[in-house]
């Protein structure tokens, strides 16, 4: 106690300096600051009151506690920069698309398109409409790729077939279809068909006879000699003479056979 005692002049002129210097630096700008903000408060406090808004204060905290009023400000933030970045330019923009899309919305109800919609959905669920872009895509390159070179000669292409065509029809292709058509009722183009074959396979044969022929007149031609019975006989001698002769009857023979069967 004695020590405190003794400590309690040194407080008491301290508690005294720090009233003095408070007294020295209350100015009236000072005076009239704080009284603006005691009055400021004052009046905050009778709103606040008088609005209700202490019924707001557990509300208030929860959503400090929850951690929804700092969403709230991000969310306020947010607003603000893009209230700040929509310029009249952008502004402007927004409401042309608006009003086009509004236009559409009004044009396609106008149009009935909406019967459409289920017919659409069944293009999409069954993958037609792949296919139809697919199919526009082809067209698309095909009329890219049409140069004028492409379609002069298409053109030229056309205008020879239908020439083509013409011919044909003058030339007398009407007959030969009837005639054709004559033959597959009859089974003979069937036959024709079924020959046809061979009669390339035989062809090679005709061919090798026909040159044979010919090697042969030009070999008699060039190995004549003089007549007589001496000459006949050594001819009729030779080994090659009556092969070729065995050959030619058994020809004659086999054509009599094949031909005599015939009414």
């Known amino acids: 106690m004695n020590a405190e005692t003794k400590e309690m002049p040194g407080t008491l002129e301290e508690l005294k300096g720090v009233a003095t210097a408070a007294r020295d630096a209350l100015?009236?700008?000072?005076?009239?600051?704080?009284?603006?903000?005691?009055?400021?408060?004052?009046d905050l406090m009778d709103r606040v009151n008088r609005s209700g808004l202490g019924k707001a204060i557990p509300q208030l905290a929860q959503m400090v506690e929850n951690g929804d009023l700092q969403r709230l400000v991000n969310l306020a933030r947010v607003y603000g920069s893009a209230e700040d970045a929509l310029t009249e330019e952008m502004v402007g923009r927004l409401a042309a698309a608006a009003s086009e899309g509004l236009s559409l919305m009004d044009q396609v109800n106008r149009s009935g398109l909406e019967?459409?919609?289920?017919?659409?959905?069944?293009?999409?669920?069954?993958?037609?409409?792949?296919?139809?872009?697919?199919?526009?895509?082809?067209?698309?390159?095909?009329?890219?790729?049409?140069?004028?070179?492409?379609?002069?000669?298409l053109a030229e292409a056309a205008s020879e077939g239908l020439s083509l065509l013409d011919r044909l029809n003058r030339g007398g292709a009407g007959r030969l279809v009837?005639?054709?058509?004559?033959?597959?009722?009859s089974g003979s183009l069937k036959r024709v068909a079924d020959l046809l074959p061979t009669f390339v396979d035989r062809l090679d044969m005709v061919?090798?006879?026909?040159?044979?022929?010919?090697?042969?007149?030009?070999?008699?031609?060039?190995?004549?000699?003089?007549?007589?019975?001496?000459?006949?006989?050594?001819?009729?001698?030779?080994?090659?003479?009556?092969?070729?002769?065995?050959?030619?009857?058994?020809?004659?023979?086999?054509?009599?056979?094949?031909?005599?069967?015939?009414?």
């Open 115 to 153: 019967k459409a919609l289920p017919v659409l959905t069944r293009l999409v669920a069954d993958g037609d409409m792949e296919r139809l872009a697919q199919l526009a895509r082809v067209y698309g390159a095909a009329q890219d790729a049409l140069s004028e070179e492409i379609i002069g000669r």
């Open 178 to 185: 009837e005639m054709l058509a004559k033959l597959e009722a």
């Open 207 to 263: 061919g090798g006879l026909l040159e044979s022929m010919e090697t042969a007149a030009k070999q008699a031609e060039a190995e004549r000699t003089e007549g007589g019975l001496m000459s006949m006989y050594r001819m009729l001698t030779d080994a090659r003479t009556q092969e070729t002769l065995r050959f030619m009857l058994a020809l004659g023979q086999h054509m009599h056979e094949r031909y005599a069967r015939r009414p």
């Open 27 to 42: 100015t009236e700008d000072i005076i009239g600051r704080v009284a603006d903000s005691a009055a400021g408060a004052m």
